[in-house]
């Protein structure tokens, strides 16, 4: 019935998607020498050139703050607020601050040898190990050093580990020493073979969890060493380690990865299990120096020319396919017991592993011929395996006994065409052409195959359409989902059927494969329109705008970690329930040319995911807390290119106002599929999606501003991981509310205070004009009268002698004129009526002395006499002195005529007789007008002398 | 109280080298020590020439010692008063002293130039402070010259400073050590 035979084959299984990274700068290849991932899950990488840092896709030197420094990097931490350190070579440190390293200076000195390892402890106090100088720690700002004084069993410090309780685990080549503080003071305990520990050569401490440490030595494996109870562990393998020297040891996804010097990368995946090899992709590389593990769980080493990642025990591929098989496979099978079982031309090839080797066994059949397809592989609870066939119905297999036989317990399944075959527990669900829609229970019995198996087949319900049924699902809650191929899905539940199609939302009516989430909420994929959620009552699509790679889905399962796994030809999609998120395993990962039939995805016994690739099988054991999605990193921010820290959160002044931000996804899993999206708040309104990995802000105005940065493995960002980087640029000191406000008080003050002085100005001004009008009317009165006096007397002189009666007449017109000038002194104006009197009366005093010889013609109108104002003695002083200039006698009569023109002027006009000798005062009377009318006058006093007539033309003025 | 074991160590040093390598023990010749306080108000300097010490180039271990009421250039002797009965309190604590050993591996037998480090006990004001003290030391023709310059935290060493001097005495004491240690 049955032909099998037995092959036994070789073959590691390999690991997928290992990808290495030279560090090359300036065309020079340097030399990694340790590893460091910070809080964000950034990696840095210390080399003979300096700091690097590394994105997944390249290095990014880190250099140092002004000199051209070179030194070589053997240490990297982060301490607790963040900051980077460095160690060097030389046993200088250096601390990265705003992206450059800066050296420290200490006080007491640099340590002479290399820095080999760092450590904060419980006190936030930095220690630091060298290699050949014992350990230091900064307390209280004072460099410490702890040496063979201190009771340090050697001063070759390997690397440093804080204890859970505080204390500091060293490894030294001559056993760990624990280091603390009693009293102030470091004490140290020193662990060595005498303790049990197998080398005294001690090279790597790693923490375990629970007072447990991984300890890594020089040729004696490893072991584990509680703190807490001194007690040391060896694993049964370290016997006869003939591994050589460990350099590193990291503890992930539930293995112990051993980093050696001369047997390249090892891992422990059971506590006491074995140790293997594993072989990193086609590398021959068999120094590895360090071990780190990223976010998303890939992990990292260093050769002496590489970085290397590995996705480790996440993926990983057995080559087991021949030369054709791949072709001819449709289903695939995981057992109970982990074999993989492929159905192959007719026939059925199990593939059982033990460590580092696979068995091949082939199955055929009698009731199948060469030309029948295997659609459909299923183990029930009796670990009897179901044979679903196109055309042949369904054979059972009992794996033990090899024997088989075809169902034929309904007729139907004669010639049937199966299209899957599922189940859970004791029941085993076939949907296939021809109305099978089966349900079969199974029961003890049953575990001889030759049993009957009861069943009912539900192809004559209405909506569960009798043609195509491509797979029946029986969820955890015992309801039945039966997916058709165009009309929805139907459920039956408490002898209820519902079915969902078109009208209820679903863009397509084609249902391929059911899974069911940890919350019981049901996923379905369709033909076209990619997969459901749902939960009762709504029906959630995801697709491409989802971040669904390929519509055309081969298979949707549960993982074990409960996320919805979904397999195209491409390779895997992997989605996250909990936030929608979708990351990806792909070609970037190895993974090519998936089987894409719908019965060759399956799960092996911890629901890791199996499929079959032209490669071989691939298996896919998703990570615990790992991330994955990029992680968003503002790398750094740039003020007129000039790096600011992103730590500092403060005030930009108006004129630093240019930023560039440079930022990072990190998702070293596949570095170039990122997406970003970024927007300013307080400036753009929405988000702009690139990708660039930085952008530049010119001239902002003042204003508060929130940087947002997202990354995506595609375009749906909705849980994106965001970073934000916060500032404000201030208002220009004038443009800020307090100094307006200043600003208009001081304005108000300053036209208050300007007004008032310019009254006060103008006050002072008038006064002071007055002052001066009065001061030189004073000075002009005092100066007509001496004059006017002089001239009098000396008339009144010659009339004494030659006439006295006269005399006595003209003394009292004398002192008439006498009494005027002293009745209008205090006047500053008078009519030209009164000043016409006065010159009458004076005319009067010098008519005597000159007889008919003097000539006065008055031709003003009485209206002028009142009307137009004269400064008293104008007049008086122009006739006097119109005398005074001129010879007056019978051959040069003096004629003086006084007459008003246009209203405007009042002209004195006198005909010029030359004396012969200059009187003396000459022209101060007519000076001392002049400067009168310019106190009261705009007009100018215009004198003319053409030589015949002298004239004085005075503006009139009008009060 | 401290002067016992200073001695006992200097007697070790001494013993030990007299034994093995007479030609490696050098003492101090000449020594000085220069402290400044530089306080926003007022700098304070003052010497003492009174340095001893002790020192083996073979085993690079060595002990210096002072006392402390030797120190001389204050101010105003009101200044030297307060410093040796208030702050120092040297009658009851009258020696300072650092001992211990050069971390370099380094052969001093030979002369030259060093650049060293030297990891010791400092005993000021009776509290002592595991150190490490930068030095540079010149070899010649059996004379080994000592500079450096270090600082002492007054808080370190239990010296309180009153509230209203606070202006005139710097937490932080700069100390310049110079000596010549001379072949014994």
């Known amino acids: 019935m049955i032909a099998c035979c037995a092959i036994m084959q070789y073959s590691y299984a390999q690991d997928l998607g290992s990808r290495s990274f030279k560090l090359i700068d300036d065309n020079k290849p340097f030399k990694i020498n340790t590893l460091f991932k910070n809080t964000e899950g950034y990696i840095y990488a210390g080399s003979t050139n300096g700091l690097y840092s590394f994105d997944g896709i390249r290095f990014k030197k880190i250099h140092f703050a002004g000199a051209n420094a070179r030194d070589t990097v053997t240490a990297i931490f982060e301490d607790n607020t963040r900051h980077l350190w460095v160690g060097f070579k030389s046993g200088r440190l250096a601390k990265k601050i705003n992206g450059r390293l800066e050296y420290l200076d200490i006080e007491e ?28 720690y900064f307390k209280n700002g004072r460099l410490n050093l702890v040496n063979t004084e201190n009771g340090l069993s050697d001063l070759h410090v390997r690397s440093l580990q804080l204890g859970n309780n505080g204390d500091i685990l060293v490894a030294t080549d001559q056993g760990i020493n624990i280091c603390s503080f009693i009293d102030e003071r470091v004490q140290v305990q020193v662990i060595g073979p005498k303790n049990g520990l197998p080398d005294y050569y001690v090279t790597a401490i790693i923490a375990a969890g629970n007072e447990n440490y991984w300890i890594g030595m020089q040729e004696k494996g490893f072991c584990l060493y509680n703190h807490q109870s001194g007690k040391i562990t060896i694993p049964p393998d370290n016997a006869n380690w003939n591994y050589g020297q460990i350099n590193n040891l990291l503890f992930s996804q539930k293995s112990l990865w051993i980093a050696t010097e001369e047997s390249g990368l090892l891992k422990q995946s059971v506590i ?83 460590n580092d080797r696979f068995t091949e066994k082939k199955y055929s059949f009698n009731d199948l011929n060469e030309k029948t397809d295997i659609t459909s592989l299923y183990q029930d609870a009796n670990h009897n395996i179901w044979i679903g066939t196109m055309g042949k119905g369904i054979i059972i297999l009992n794996p033990e006994t090899g024997q088989s036989r075809q169902l034929s317990e309904n007729p139907l399944l004669q010639n049937a065409s199966i299209l899957s075959i599922t189940g859970r527990g004791n029941t085993v669900c076939a949907g296939g052409l021809e109305g099978v829609a089966m349900i079969f229970i199974i029961s003890e019995k049953n575990k001889s195959i030759t049993e009957k198996y009861s069943f009912t087949n539900y192809n004559d319900i209405e909506n569960v359409g009798n043609n195509y049924i491509y797979n029946i699902y029986n969820d955890s809650k015992g ?13 039956l539940e408490n002898g209820k059927l519902t079915n969902y199609n078109k009208h209820n939302g679903l863009k397509d009516d084609h249902i391929y494969s059911f899974a069911e989430d940890g919350d019981g909420n049901i996923w379905f994929n369709t033909e076209g329109a990619g997969i459901y959620q749902f939960d009762g009552k709504k029906f959630r699509n995801f697709s491409v705008g989802q971040g669904i790679s390929d519509l055309k889905i081969t298979a949707l399962k549960t993982g074990p970690l409960g996320n919805i796994i979904l397999v195209n030809k491409k390779g895997i999609d992997v989605l996250h329930i909990t936030t929608g998120s979708i990351s990806y395993y792909n070609n970037n990962q190895g993974i090519s040319d998936v089987n894409t039939d719908m019965g060759s995805v399956t799960q092996d016994t911890a629901g890791n995911i199996v499929l079959s690739t032209v490669n071989g099988i691939v298996v896919y054991t998703p990570v615990d807390q790992a991330s994955y999605q990029p992680k968003t990193i503002i790398e750094n921010v740039q003020l007129f290119l000039t790096e600011v820290d992103k730590l500092r959160t403060g005030n930009f002044s108006y004129d630093q106002n240019s930023f560039l931000f440079n930022f990072t996804g990190l998702y070293y899993t596949s570095p170039d599929e990122v997406h970003y999206q970024y927007k300013l708040e307080g400036l753009d309104t929405g988000w702009i999606q690139t990708r660039d990995r930085s952008v530049t802000f010119l001239r902002l105005q003042p204003g508060t501003y929130k ?63 007055q002052e001066k009008i009065q001061f030189q009317f004073q000075l002009l009165r005092a100066q007509v009268n001496p004059h006017f006096l002089f001239n009098s007397f000396n008339t009144l002189v010659s009339f004494i002698e030659e006439d006295p009666k006269l005399a006595v007449d003209y003394v009292g017109q004398l002192s008439v004129f006498f009494r005027n000038i002293v009745n209008y002194r205090d006047h500053e104006l008078i009519t030209l009526g009164e000043e016409i009197g006065i010159l009458k009366t004076y005319f009067y005093l010098q008519q005597k002395r000159y007889g008919h010889n003097l000539e006065l013609n008055i031709a003003v109108s009485e209206a002028d006499k009142k009307n137009i104002f004269i400064p008293p003695l104008t007049l008086q002083l122009l006739i006097e002195n119109a005398i005074k200039h001129n010879a007056v006698s019978k051959e ?65 003025l009008n009060q | 109280m401290f002067k016992k074991p200073i001695i006992l160590l200097f007697s070790l040093i001494l013993f030990s080298s007299g034994v093995n390598a007479p030609q490696t023990m050098y003492t101090v010749g000449a020594g000085s020590i220069t402290f400044s306080s530089d306080a926003p108000l007022e700098l304070i300097k003052a010497t003492s020439n009174q340095l001893k010490g002790i020192f083996n180039s073979e085993k690079k ?77 010149t070899i010649k023709n059996k004379i080994v010259s000592v500079k450096s310059n270090f600082t002492v935290l007054l808080a370190d060493h239990n010296i309180t400073i009153p509230k209203v001097v606070h202006e005139k005495l710097a937490s932080e004491i700069k100390l310049e050590v110079k000596a010549e240690l001379i072949d014994k």
């Open chain 1, 892 to 956: 040069t009569p003096l004629t003086i005529n006084l007459f008003i023109e246009n209203n405007k002027q009042l002209i004195i006009k006198n005909n010029i007789n030359p004396k012969i000798t200059r009187e003396s005062g000459a022209g101060m009377g007519l000076q001392n007008i002049v400067n009168r009318y310019n106190l009261l006058s705009n007009e100018p006093i215009t004198v003319q002398n053409d030589g015949v007539d002298f004239t004085v033309i005075l503006p009139v």
């Open chain 2, 61 to 137: 271990e060595f002990a210096f010692t002072l006392n402390v009421n030797t120190f001389k250039g204050f101010n105003s002797p009101l200044q030297q008063e307060h410093f040796n009965e208030n702050y120092l309190e040297s009658n009851k604590y009258p020696r300072a002293s650092f001992e211990g050993k050069i971390i370099e591996d380094v052969d001093l037998k030979r002369d030259g130039f060093f650049r060293i480090r030297a990891k010791g006990n400092l005993t000021v004001h009776g509290v002592t402070q595991e150190r490490i003290i930068k030095c540079e030391l």
């Open chain 1, 272 to 354: 006491d299990g074995p140790v293997t090899e594993f072989k990193i992709g086609n590398s021959t590389q068999k120094k590895i120096y360090n071990l780190i593990q990223d976010n998303e769980g890939n992990i990292w080493m260093n050769t002496a020319t590489e970085l290397i990642s590995i996705t480790g025990n996440k993926l990983k591929i057995w080559p087991v396919y021949s030369p054709g098989i791949f072709e001819s496979i449709h289903a695939t099978l995981c057992d109970h017991q982990n074999n993989i079982w492929i159905s192959s031309n007719a026939g059925l090839i199990k593939y059982s592993f033990t």
């Open chain 1, 109 to 136: 000195g640099n340590p002479a040898k290399a820095i080999t390892s760092f450590v904060q402890d419980k006190q936030n106090n930095i220690w630091f190990a060298t290699n050949g100088e014992g350990l230091y």
């Open chain 1, 479 to 491: 309801r039945i989902w039966f997916g058709t191929d165009g009309k929805g899905i139907t459920v």
């Open chain 1, 707 to 769: 940087f947002h940065v997202r990354s995506s493995l595609n375009e749906n960002f909705d849980n994106a991981d965001e970073a934000t980087y916060e500032f404000v640029i201030e208002k220009p000191v004038w443009e800020r509310w307090w100094f307006i406000m200043l600003g208009i008080i001081l304005l108000a003050g300053l036209i208050f205070w300007y007004t008032k002085k310019r009254e006060g100005r103008l006050q002072k001004v008038q006064e002071l004009r």
